[in-house]
T-cell receptor, first 116, second 112 residues
Framework: GAVVSQHPSRVICKSGTSVKIECRSL??????MFWYRQFPKQSLMLMAT?????????EQGVEKDKFLINHASLTLSTLTVTSAHPEDSSFYIC????????????FGPGTRLLVL | KQEVTQIPAALSVPEGENLVLNCSFT??????LQWFRQDPGKGLTSLLL?????REQTSGRLNASLDKSSGRSTLYIAASQPGDSATYLC???????????FGGGTRLMVKP
């Protein structure tokens, strides 16, 4: 149990377009989902915390209007990179906190975004 | 397939002790290894990142080492404090840099 999926696993897009990444908890409900990104040779960094039915909380330096997060249900959160630019190319990974189990996060496999 | 294991799963120590958390990985062809801290209900906080060509990294009271040949990394915490109580995770990035494999974590409790 406790599987988190991400879709797509890889995406290549043109500069200026928007890209949506989905994060799903397949066999459990998640009160909270987290979005991270990792640039080459850098550590995984938290971007935002998303609670179902409320606005996401963004970390300092992360533009909320550029990285739109929607957490419409207890099993789905989406991250939309709007007007993507080459510097947004990165590895994006989500994780989910299972209800009643806030001490364990379950991670998705990640999405590799390449903006040309 | 990479597998990452952390030992112990839980650890309780009195304040002031120095301690070592262990992380082992099965595939030595890694891009880097990271250590994170997780507080209940919160996102991960990156602690230390060791590139595959490095042997160790230090930040304050934390020191992480990497031995690729033996598939091991350790996180050393000096003079532990109650505020260090959290779950500590290590994660190995594969050589292509596009996949993270996490260990199961070590839940640390530092008692005053």
């Amino acid at each position: 149990g406790a599987v988190v999926s991400q879709h797509p696993s890889r995406v290549i897009c043109k500069s200026g377009t928007s890209v949506k990444i989905e994060c799903r908890s397949l066999d459990f409900q998640a009160t909270t989902m987290f979005w991270y990104r990792q640039f080459p040779k850098q550590s995984l960094m938290l971007m935002a915390t998303s609670n179902e039915g409320s606005k996401a909380t963004y970390e300092q330096g992360v533009e909320k209007d550029k990285f739109l997060i929607n957490h419409a249900s207890l099993t789905l959160s989406t991250l939309t990179v709007t007007s993507a630019h080459p510097e947004d190319s990165s590895f994006y990974i989500c994780s989910a906190d299972r209800i009643h189990d806030g001490e364990t996060q379950y991670f998705g496999p990640g999405t590799r975004l390449l903006v040309l | 397939k990479q597998e990452v294991t952390q030992i112990p799963a839980a650890l309780s120590v009195p304040e002031g002790e120095n301690l070592v958390l262990n992380c082992s990985f099965t595939d030595s062809a890694i891009y880097n290894l990271q250590w994170f801290r997780q507080d209940p209900g919160k996102g991960l906080t990156s602690l230390l990142l060791i590139q595959s060509s490095q042997r160790e990294q230090t930040s304050g009271r934390l020191n992480a080492s990497l031995d690729k040949s033996s598939g091991r990394s350790t996180l050393y915490i000096a003079a532990s404090q109650p505020g260090d109580s959290a779950t500590y995770l290590c994660a190995a990035t594969n050589n292509a840099g596009n996949m993270l494999t996490f260990g199961g974590g070590t839940r640390l409790m530092v008692k005053p």
